[in-house]
C-alpha cells in the first residue's frame, strides 16, 4: 500500500473502497447499480492517476503476469499495449528473484542502474519494486521504471555537473584569442572532436564549458575529468564504468563511468596528456565506435557524447618519446585551439586585473579599492608564469592585505607567491596564515560552500577540501 500513497490518498481512498466492495461480492453480498458505478469510477481514476506518473509504471501478479501498465512503459519498452500483456515477466526480472524477495519475504527493493532485456532493446533504468499486500495476502507487485539518463540528468544538475562559462566572459583585447573565440564558436555548432593546447592557468576549461554552452548539446551534461588526479588503476573504472562483482569493492549494482555520465552532453577530458598509456587504445576505440563496454559487463552501450580535451603538454614532443599514441592525438585533433600565454597577451594584463577587483568590490561593499599607478605597472612588467589564474590570485590577495583604498605595493605578493613551493615552509607562519585566511574568506563569501570558494580561488575541489582539514578550519556549513 506505501506506494498507492504516493499516487496520491484520493487514489489510496478508492483503491480500498474498489477493495472493500470487492471483498462484499466475495462474501456474497449483491452489488447495487450505485456501487458498480464507485467500481468503475475508481478503476478510471487509479488509469488517469497512473498515467500522470512521469515514470513507467507496471502491476504484476504472483506468477508474474502483466495486469495493468501506464503509457509510459509503452513508451520505455517501444511496444504496443497487447504484446507488453504478453511479456514473459519471468525473463526479464531473471536476475532478481523477484518470488523469494517480494513474494515471499514482503519486502520492496530498489535496483539502482540495472539493465531490463526486454526483446531486442536494452532499457538501462532504476528499478522499484513493491509487493502489493491486501489483508496480509501478496496480490502481487509494482513496478516502478525510471531511465538512467533522465536520472542522471537531474543528478548531474544537483551535482554540479554543468558549464558555467559563456564566451562573453572570456575577457580579452588580443587579436590572437578574439579570432580563436569566433573559431570556437563556430565549431561549437558542430559535434567534432577538439583539443585545446595551452599553458596552466590560460582558460582552457573556460573554453571548453563556453562551446558546450554555445552548442545544441547545452541542455545536457558538461562531465569534466581531470585525467592526471585519477590513480592508474582506477582509470578505466572512472572512465568506462563497471558492472556488479567485477572486482572487489565494486559498489553492488554496479556503476556508470564518466562516458555514460556525459550521456546526450559533453566530456571534457582534462590533463589529457596524462593518461596512461596502456588506455590510450581503450580510449580510442570508446572514440571511434561510441559505445562503452563497462568492467565485467556483457555487451556495448551506445553514447552520444562530444569530446573535449584539453593538455599543458606538446603532444606531439609525447608522441616522439611514444608516451603519447600518434592514432589517439589525430583522433582529438579534430580541431586544435592553442590558447596564448598571459605574457604573449599584454593587453589584456589590466583588463582581468580591473575585472577581478571589481569583482571583489562588489563582493565587499562595505569598501571599495584601486590599484595604484605603480601596482599597475608592476603588473604588466611581470612574467605572469602561472598565467590568468596567478593574476587573479596576486589581485586577491593585495585587496586583502592592502590597508588603504589603493592596493600598491607587488614585490611581497609576488614573493609570497613564489615561495609557495611544495615541501618548503621556510618562511614560517606568515605564508600559512595567509593561504588558512583566505580560504576562510572564500567560504565566508559563499556560505560554507567549498566548491564554490575553490571556484573563486582557483584551486581544485580536493585541495580545498585538504586544506580546510590541514587547516582545521570551522565554518558553518562546511
Known sequence: ??????????????????????????????????????????????????????????????????????????????????????????????DLDVVENIFINKRKFS????????????????????????NEKVMGAVLVIRESK?????????????ANYTFDKIITRNKTMLELINTAKRISKTNCSVLIEGESGTGKELFAQSIHNESQRRNGPFIAINCAAIPKELVESEFFGYETGSFTGAVKGGMPGKFELAN??????????????????KLLRVLDENKVMRIGGSFERELDVRIIAATNRNLL?????????QDLYFRLNVINLRLLPLKRRREDILAL????????????????????????????????????????NIVERGFYLSSGVFIDSIDVLIKETETII???????????????????????LNKGNAVKAAEDLSISKATIYRKIKAYDIHVTGV
Open 1 to 94: 500500500m506505501q506506494f498507492y500513497s504516493r499516487i496520491g490518498d484520493s487514489v489510496e481512498v478508492k483503491f480500498m473502497e474498489v477493495k472493500t466492495l470487492m471483498e462484499k461480492l466475495k462474501n456474497g453480498d449483491m452489488l447495487t447499480r450505485e456501487m458498480r458505478y464507485e467500481i468503475v469510477d475508481s478503476y478510471k481514476l487509479m488509469d488517469v492517476a497512473l498515467d500522470s506518473i512521469l515514470n513507467g509504471l507496471m502491476i504484476i501478479d504472483t506468477e508474474l503476469r502483466v495486469k495493468k501498465f501506464n503509457h509510459k512503459i509503452s513508451e520505455l519498452f517501444q511496444m504496443y499495449e497487447e504484446d507488453i500483456l504478453k511479456l514473459d515477466m519471468s525473463y526479464v526480472l531473471k
Open 111 to 134: 535496483y539502482s542502474d540495472i539493465t531490463l532485456f526486454i526483446g531486442p532493446l536494452k532499457i538501462d533504468c532504476f528499478l522499484d519494486i513493491t509487493p502489493v499486500v491486501f
Open 150 to 162: 533522465q536520472v542522471r540528468k537531474e543528478i548531474n544538475k544537483l551535482a554540479g555537473f554543468r
Open 264 to 281: 546526450g552532453g559533453t566530456l571534457f577530458l582534462d590533463e589529457i596528456g596524462e593518461i596512461p598509456l596502456e588506455m590510450q587504445p
Open 317 to 325: 614532443n609525447e608522441m616522439s618519446k611514444s608516451a603519447f599514441r
Open 353 to 392: 586585473g580591473r575585472y577581478f577587483l571589481e569583482q571583489l568590490n562588489r563582493e565587499n561593499s562595505d569598501t571599495k579599492k584601486f590599484f595604484s599607478k605603480t601596482f599597475e605597472e608592476k603588473l604588466l612588467a611581470y612574467e605572469w608564469r602561472g598565467n590568468v589564474r596567478e593574476l587573479k
Open 422 to 444: 611544495p615541501g618548503h615552509d621556510s618562511d614560517g607562519e606568515t605564508l600559512r596564515d595567509l593561504e588558512k585566511n583566505s580560504i576562510e574568506h572564500a567560504l565566508f
